[in-house]
């Protein structure tokens, strides 16, 4: 039993500040919350029942200590109702804003007094509170019709910043990938990256960690937590507030110092953490590890039927420290046999403007043992390329065993295509470049199979 | 009167190799001519009419000299198809492939002795030929249906190849910026980067130019001609074969050296020749550019609703060199009166979740003079921003006369506000970062007004 379990898997939550309707705040909560499978406590004194659940006028009234309790009162009021949940929940998400990011630093201790007193754990305050689908748990305080969540998964996002959170949660759901916890966690007076990288090693439905992080409390436990949870698991780390303005807006953001980046990144290299360098570049690999499971080596072979797209994923290859190894004679001998004259039987595989979708496979078959990871390109403007290149391709990553990224640029068809690979797991990406990216991924935190 | 006019602006056409098909890419190219004003020759020995028009038997058939002619024949009919436009033809596409690109540069040489000797000038071989809506002139081999064609506009979209010049295309339709002339060209025995750019200082329709190179033949020329678009519009070169197996990819693609890209980086940088990293900076500065005319100054002013967002797109400003200064005292305190208490009023400007659509509008307002670009960062999840934003930035804009960019966060209206402000000539972006380096491309190619 972790610490943080009555957090992420609450059997009884309580709500501070429900409301009955969904245009108030803690009426969107409320009506995330009954998905939720646990008992549910809404407080307000107002009413007698919320949304069909019955309500309750004070804290004092809920009949037994909840796991969770949620608070999403002014900053003033917090305090007492926090004193109120002593010795009756084990966590306590505050929500409510109007803390050290407005300069109340004193109100912001004495609840970080509080919780220390009273020895529950205190997510926040400001922020935006957690998403657990695999156990129909949502306590966000936005409405679904405007942030679509992604679906279950195996991904995990932790953010200080609920809106990198929710950035992050809705360019996911675009890209198909899936989550098994997101939570952003403010201010955090207490519960902070390494607590969460912590329990997120022991996590079975976590597969792959990505990170969103303006400061950091405690250098070396977040250190020896990245370390501990990079060796078992991917994680991806976006350090924000770089550069002089950036960690002056961090600062008034969440009332925490950004810190030196410098030292921030010479560390993270020196430890193996792996850092992305913006919101893009951790889409692209949080995406392609939602997807296909990480593996060793760095040859890459791309396989595209645009001459100049292929170049530039051979250029972000290199810049990526990847290999484009040619191919070897005799297997170059055979493509030469299947393929006509003007194919150029290279890496990049150049199937030209006159390709056929079954050419991707044939050279997928020939080159499949050769290779640690894969880059196909198709651009569809070209007739030789129809839907069938989605299954055709998806049938062959069945028995791959590697990973495969894709790009397919551009068209008419585009859209059709990218449904069927992304279905057949394969990530689809609207650059070149973005695509190597994504398969860096996949090859950076893989490990030679013993 | 310049010696490409014919080419980029004929009156006459003759196409060799046209088809009655349009599963036939002569047939395609055919469809595609249609929309064109001027006289149109097809070439066909087995046809008298194809899709309505005229066919001729021969090239010596054609009634009288033609602007440009299109040759989509086999490779080694080539040199014949050539000699017989000898004083009927003033500028010649060569579409076909087969010739250095898979080791036949003895035919490749032909064909450029060819042309000297004929004196007109030839594009191609192995290339995609042009694109000019202005003109109605489409002599691309691939169909609308698979290409959606960018609009009128004022971006020159110039590639040596095809594939990225038609992934750019797409792109830049879907990004809804417009183009003055697209042109593939290909192998590049004759028309090269150079003789574009020469071509393009003079031309009125184009204001910005956007280049893909893999090699420069005539460095000294490139330079040159380079240095002198840059001065008269924004230019922006994305240069590959910049690894060993990018070069190594590139060459055969194209059959020319891509030669040592430090060298080719070293002397962009000393000449002021703008080099973007890749594809989708490319895309991201040529939407910017499409959108709005360039000015000056590095003062941005950021404007978001979401405090993590900000500080990425600070730290994006640091490393493009952009400065994100703090706001003057006085308006800070103006600011202040108009927002409640818990709005960060810095730079960023953070408007937090409790925003609503009109103060994206009041900060512009008080802001719009102190700062030479801005950064708008809408993260929709939350009530208080609504599809009227797209209207109320729209009118804010109208006014503003100065670099606006926008990043709109995924959600359920995402959509909507991106298509109200890009109509409004503000673009958006998918990411706070991209944004910046949109803003970036409008401030780094702009003149102190005099």
Same sequence: chains 1, 2.
Wanted: hydrophobic share 45%; charged share 25%; glycine share 10%.
């Amino acid at each position: 039993m972790n610490a943080l379990d009555p957090l992420f898997a609450p059997r009884s939550i309580a709500l501070i500040g429900a409301s009955h309707s969904e245009m108030k705040l803690g009426g969107v909560v409320m009506k995330n919350l009954l998905g939720f499978n646990g008992m549910l406590y809404p407080v307000n004194p107002k009413y007698d029942e919320l949304m069909g659940v019955k309500a309750f006028a004070e804290v004092s009234d809920i009949p037994q200590p909840v796991d969770l309790a949620l608070i999403l009162r002014p900053a003033q009021e917090v305090p007492g109702i926090l004193k109120e949940f002593r010795g009756k929940a084990k966590c306590v998400i505050v929500m409510s804003s109007g803390f050290a990011e407005v300069g109340e630093t004193g109100l912001q201790d004495e609840v970080r007094r509080i919780g220390e007193e009273a020895g529950f754990r205190i997510v926040g305050p400001n922020c935006m509170g957690l998403y657990n689908p695999h156990r129909k748990l949502d306590t966000f305080f936005l409405p679904p019709s405007r942030l679509h969540r992604p679906k279950r998964g195996n991904v995990a996002v932790i953010s200080q910043s609920g809106a990198i959170l929710s950035c992050l949660l809705g360019a996911m759901k675009e890209a198909r990938a899936g989550v098994s916890k997101a939570i952003g966690y403010g201010n955090a007076v207490d519960v902070a990256e390494s607590d969460l990288f912590e329990y997120l090693v022991g996590d079975d439905k976590t597969e792959v960690v990505v990170s969103y992080v303006e400061s950091v409390r405690d250098g070396r436990r977040f250190v020896q937590s990245a370390r501990e949870l990079s060796e078992r698991k991917p994680l991806l780390v976006l350090k924000s507030g770089k550069g002089a303005s950036g960690q002056a807006a961090a600062f008034s953001h969440t009332g925490r110092l950004a810190g030196r980046y410098e030292v921030f990144h010479s560390i993270a290299a020196q430890w193996g953490i792996r850092e992305v360098a913006d919101f893009d570049e951790l889409l692209d690999a949080a995406k392609a590890l939602a997807y296909q499971r990480p593996s060793a080596g760095g040859r890459v072979c791309i396989i595209t039927n645009g001459g100049g797209s292929g170049v530039l994923a051979a250029d972000e290859c290199m810049r990526q420290g990847l290999q484009v190894p040619s191919i070897a004679e005799e297997i170059r001998d055979r493509l030469h046999h299947l393929f006509p004259d003007f194919f150029v039987v290279n890496n990049p595989v150049d199937l030209t403007a006159q390709v056929k979708d079954k050419d991707y496979v044939a050279a997928l078959g020939e080159l499949r043992d050769e290779y640690d990871g894969f880059v196909i390109i198709a651009l569809p403007n070209v007739f030789g390329i129809t839907e069938n290149l989605g299954a055709l391709l998806a049938s062959a990553k069945a028995g791959l065993g590697r990973p495969i990224v894709a790009h397919i640029a551009e068209s008419g068809i585009t859209g059709k295509i990218r449904n069927l690979l992304e279905r057949a797991g394969i990530p689809v990406y609207a650059s070149p470049e973005r695509a190597v990216r994504g398969l860096k991924a996949l090859l950076s935190h893989g490990r030679v199979a013993k």
